[in-house]
Nanobody, 118 residues
Framework: QLRPVESGGGLVQPGGSLRLSCASSGFGMELYAINWFRQVPGKEREGVLCISTGNDTTYYSDSVKGRFTISRDSARNTVYLQMDNLKSEDTAVYYC???????????WGQGTQVTVSS
């Protein structure tokens, strides 16, 4: 399966933490820049942050700086999104997007719901 699969979403209270995973059995994740996007119903999909093939992090959203981090586990062919100090405005469906930097092939995951509520 070429589509990456997200997991780890759920319901968490404000101030809590979640770790999302993005994994693929169809391609080597280390060859792709991995982006996390999120979307709220009725709004456009928003870029959150990205990890390059060189493991550099780029934040697309200032609102998550200092709270969200992204990392790779090459042995598990997985990328993680660690989300700390969650806020209600972080509630969204989170999507993993893999993008090859040279061949420009790309794959979207199916999304995982994150709900931050007391």
């Amino acid at each position: 399966q070429l589509r990456p699969v997200e997991s780890g979403g759920g319901l968490v209270q404000p101030g809590g933490s979640l770790r999302l995973s993005c994994a693929s059995s169809g391609f080597g994740m280390e060859l792709y820049a991995i982006n996390w996007f999120r979307q709220v119903p009725g709004k456009e999909r928003e870029g959150v942050l990205c990890i390059s093939t060189g493991n550099d992090t780029t934040y697309y959203s200032d609102s998550v700086k200092g709270r969200f981090t992204i990392s790779r586990d090459s042995a598990r062919n997985t990328v993680y999104l660690q989300m700390d100090n969650l806020k209600s405005e972080d509630t969204a469906v989170y999507y993993c997007y893999a993008q090859h930097p040279i061949f420009h092939t790309d794959y979207w995951g199916q999304g995982t719901q994150v709900t931050v509520s007391s």
